[in-house]
C-alpha cells in the first residue's frame, strides 16, 4: 500500500531531525573561540552541557503531549487512549541511565567522527539481547543471534577503519605525547606536566585555519572514543531493561514519557553543573580551567561565536521532532519501518561530513555499516518480510512490529542521544 502524503512526512521529518541532531552536536564540537577571562582559543568541547540541551528537548516532548491531551479534551472522537494514572518516579531510574549514557556519548563524539559514532551505537543491539534473555527470560530467535554476531563482527571493522585511517594523515602518539613533531608551540617547557601539555596541544591554530593540536589529540583519542560509545550502549540497554519491566506495563503515551525522563534528566544534570565547575579532570578537560564542566566558558564561546548557539539550537530542536516522528512513525507505520529511516540516518550523517571534510572516506567503513546494518536487519527481523516480498507471497503478520523494544524492533523511549 502506498504511503500517505502525511506519512511521507513524517518519514521525512524523522530522517531529517535525526541526522541534524548528531550533526549539529558535531558542529557545535568543531567550533574554536575564545572562552572567559580573555583566554586563549580552544575547542568547544563541553558534553555535559550539550546534554542538558538534548534533555530541554526532550522536555518539550511532554509540552506537546499536553497539548494533544488538551486538543482531545475538546475533540471527544480523538484517537488518543486514555491515560492511566502512575507515579512518575518509575521513570527516575530509566532517566538515570539516560543521563548517565547521553553524557559519554556526547564525550565520545569529541574524539570520533559524526559517521562511526552514529554506527557504533548499533551496538545496543548486542547488550539488549543478552540482558533480555537474563533478566527478562527472554529467548532469542537464531536469527536474532545471528544478528548479535554480526553487529560485534560490524563494531570490529568499524573500529579497524578509525584506526586505520587516521594513521595515514597523522602523527604518531608518541609525537603527540612529547609534542616535537612540528606542532609550533613555542616555549612549551619540556618539564611541564603531560595535562597541560595536552590541552595546549587542543589550542594552536594551523595555517589552514584549523587546529593541529585537536586534530592530533583526536587521533589518540578516537578509538577510546570508539569504547566510549560501546560502554554507553551497555548503560542504554540497562535503561530499555528497566523501561521494559517497570514502565511499559502502564499505559503512558511516548510523549509523556520521553518528556518525563527528558524532566528529570533536565533538571538533575543542571544541578549537577555546579560541581562539576570544580571537580579537575586533567587531560580528559577541554577547557582552560581543566575541570569536568565549565558551563561559564561554553556561555562565554558561544557570546564570542554564536553559530555556536546556533548548532546548539539545532540539537535542541531537533531531539524534540526526532522523537515525535519516531513515534508517529511507528503509530502510522511500522517499527521495521522506523528502523530502517534510522538506519538511512546513519548514510545521510556520513554523505555530509564527507563533504564538509569532518572526517577521511575509508573503504571498511563501508563495509562496516553493511555488515552492521545486516545485523540489525536480522535482531529486527526485516529479513523474513524481505523473503516474503521475494517470494510473492503475504507478508506475515507483524506481531512484532508493536511491541516493546527488547522483545522485537522497538527502541528505547529516547533514541536520539
Known amino acids: 500500500m502506498a504511503w500517505t502524503k502525511y506519512q511521507l512526512f513524517l518519514a521525512g521529518l524523522m530522517l531529517v531531525t535525526g541526522s541534524i541532531n548528531t550533526l549539529s552536536a558535531k558542529w557545535a564540537d568543531n567550533f574554536v573561540a575564545p572562552g572567559c577571562g580573555g583566554s586563549q582559543e580552544h575547542s568547544f568541547q563541553h558534553p555535559f552541557l550539550q546534554a542538558v540541551g538534548m534533555f530541554l528537548g526532550e522536555l518539550f516532548c511532554l509540552a506537546a503531549f499536553y497539548l494533544l491531551l488538551c486538543r482531545a479534551a475538546g475533540h471527544p472522537d480523538t484517537s488518543m487512549d486514555p491515560q492511566q494514572p502512575f507515579n512518575p518516579l518509575l521513570f527516575l531510574p530509566p532517566a538515570l541511565c539516560d543521563m548517565t549514557a547521553t553524557s559519554i556519548m556526547y564525550v565520545a563524539l569529541n574524539m570520533t567522527s559524526a559517521s562511526s559514532f552514529q554506527m557504533l551505537r548499533g551496538a545496543v543491539i548486542i547488550f539488549t539481547g543478552l540482558f533480555s534473555v537474563t533478566f527478562l527470560g527472554r529467548r532469542l530467535a537464531l536469527s536474532q543471534w545471528l544478528g548479535i554476531l554480526a553487529t560485534i563482527a560490524g563494531l570490529v571493522v568499524v573500529g579497524l577503519a578509525d584506526l586505520l585511517s587516521r594513521n595515514d594523515s597523522q602523527h604518531k ?31 594552536p591554530p594551523s595555517p589552514g585555519g584549523g587546529h593541529v593540536g585537536h586534530q592530533l589529540m583526536w587521533t589518540c583519542t578516537c578509538f577510546p572514543g570508539d569504547l566510549l560509545i560501546i560502554m554507553a550502549q551497555i548503560i542504554v540497554s540497562i535503561q530499555m531493561v528497566l523501561e521494559e519491566k517497570f514502565v511499559y506495563k502502564h499505559n503512558v503515551h511516548p510523549l509523556r514519557a520521553v518528556g518525563t525522563e527528558g524532566l528529570f534528566g533536565f533538571v538533575i544534570l543542571s544541578l549537577l553543573l555546579v560541581p562539576m565547575y570544580y571537580i579537575p579532570a586533567g587531560s580528559f578537560s577541554g577547557n582552560p580551567r581543566g575541570t569536568l564542566e565549565d558551563a561559564l566558558d561554553a556561555f562565554c564561546q558561544v557570546g ?62 563501508i563495509l562496516g555499516f553493511l555488515i552492521l546494518l545486516t545485523g540489525t536487519a536480522l535482531y529486527n527481523g526485516l529479513h523474513r518480510l524481505l523473503l516474503s ?15 516493546r523494544l527488547l522483545g522485537g524492533p522497538r527502541t528505547a523511549i529516547n533514541d536520539a542521544s
Not at 613533531?181 to 595535562?195: C, K, Q
Open 173 to 203: 602518539l608518541s609525537e603527540v605525547i612529547t609534542g616535537v613533531a612540528g606542532v609550533g608551540i613555542p616555549g612549551l617547557p619540556s618539564t611541564e606536566s603531560l595535562d597541560k601539555a595536552f590541552y595546549k596541544l587542543r589550542c
Open 304 to 365: 564570542r561565536q554564536p553559530l555556536i548557539a546556533l548548532a546548539l539550537l539545532g540539537n535542541i530542536s531537533s531531539i524534540a521532532f526526532f522523537n515525535f516522528a519516531g513515534i508517529s512513525v511507528t503509530k502510522e507505520l511500522s517499527a521495521t519501518t522506523r528502523m530502517v529511516l534510522d538506519s538511512l540516518r546513519t548514510i545521510v550523517i556520513w554523505a555530509v561530513s564527507l563533504t564538509l571534510g569532518w572526517e577521511a572516506f575509508h573503504p571498511l567503513q
Open 389 to 403: 516480498r521475494l517470494s510473492r507471497g503475504r507478508p506475515p503478520a507483524e506481531e512484532g512490529e508493536h511491541e
